[in-house]
């Protein structure tokens, strides 16, 4: 008897794409990178989404139950759906990533105690660290393609260090005085400790948090004080506080620009270069080093800003 060709009954499992869903667009795109050829990936979160208030929809319960393996981020940024999350996990491969990363990397949450910032991609070699976590997933629901996923974070690894390279040199341009980063809410924490800025955010670590009136009054003083001249937007994060800022920084007669609108709980729009986690954070090196004095390419560390991916 003739064995039958497998094609003709049944699909090799081998060639199969796994089914990935993943909560963030940092984590979508770490597991395009590694696992592209070998996988179906679907990020629930898309540009603009600000993940601390993001609920599952009815078609992501199905697509998460549905999946081979699903990757959140943890350390309470899925705050909405982190119930769920660990739920799955008794029935699916489900594996927060970032928690992989030890407490003593960590930055704390405020005043909660054992809560950590989530903030973790901001920071590029921390950000290089959750990649083996994410690789480590993939190998273990795709042994059989391990040498060619290893392969593939290793290189992508590589560009996260030399994105941390062209961070430090065109960030170490900018004079002390200028050292203040001031952006609509606080998740900017890791990249200041990574590059020597200081970090103010008008609201928490969570988008969740408010800034009432006196915080702004103080904040305004402070600009004031100090002729700080740049603030920053947030794709995902409502302007209104930012705003604020710069018409109480106007009634003291101090002028407040805007230096630029960064990603910082999701990427670009897709298709583009930004919609990548090196174009992302390329993008924001470069915004901020430029708003603050250093001498940048204008089109950042590849050439590729405001272009497609």
Not at 120 to 129: C, F, I, Q, S, T
Not at 264 to 280: C, K, L, N
């Amino acid at each position: 008897m003739v064995p039958q060709n497998r094609s003709q009954t049944e699909p090799d499992p081998r060639s199969t794409p796994l089914a990935v869903v993943a909560t963030t667009g940092m984590i979508a795109d770490a597991v395009t990178q590694i696992a592209g050829p070998f996988v179906q990936v679907r990020g629930l979160m898309g540009s603009g989404v600000d993940p601390h208030s993001y609920r599952q929809t009815r078609s992501d319960i199905v697509a998460m139950v549905r999946a081979d393996l699903v990757l959140w981020h943890g350390l309470y940024l899925e705050a909405q759906m982190e119930e769920f999350l660990l739920k799955l996990g008794h029935r699916r491969a489900a594996v927060a990533v970032a928690e992989s990363l030890p407490a003593s990397v960590l930055m704390p949450y405020g005043q909660y105690e054992n809560r950590f910032d989530p903030h973790v991609w901001m920071a590029p070699m921390l950000w290089a660290d959750v990649i083996t976590a994410v690789e480590a997933a993939l190998i273990a629901a795709m042994p059989q393609h391990a040498e060619a996923l290893a392969q593939a974070a290793a290189r992508h690894r590589a560009e996260i260090a030399a994105l941390h390279g062209y961070a430090t040199a065109a960030l170490d341009q900018i004079p002390d005085a200028a050292r203040v980063l001031l952006t609509a809410h606080d998740a900017f924490g890791y990249f200041g400790r990574a590059y020597g800025l200081e970090v103010i955010g008008i609201q928490g670590i969570s988008t969740q948090s408010e800034a009432g009136l006196n915080r702004i009054g103080q904040l305004v003083d402070m600009l004031v004080a100090r002729d700080i001249r740049a603030v920053f937007v947030e794709s995902s994060v409502s302007d209104r506080n930012i705003r604020a800022l710069i018409e109480g920084c106007a009634a003291q007669g101090h002028r407040l620009a805007i230096g630029g609108e960064l990603f910082s709980d999701a990427m670009g729009p897709p298709g583009t270069y930004e919609a990548t986690y090196i174009g992302m954070l390329d993008h924001n090196i470069t915004t901020i080093a430029r708003a603050l004095g250093a001498d940048v390419p204008p089109r950042g560390m590849n050439g590729q800003l405001g272009g497609h991916a």
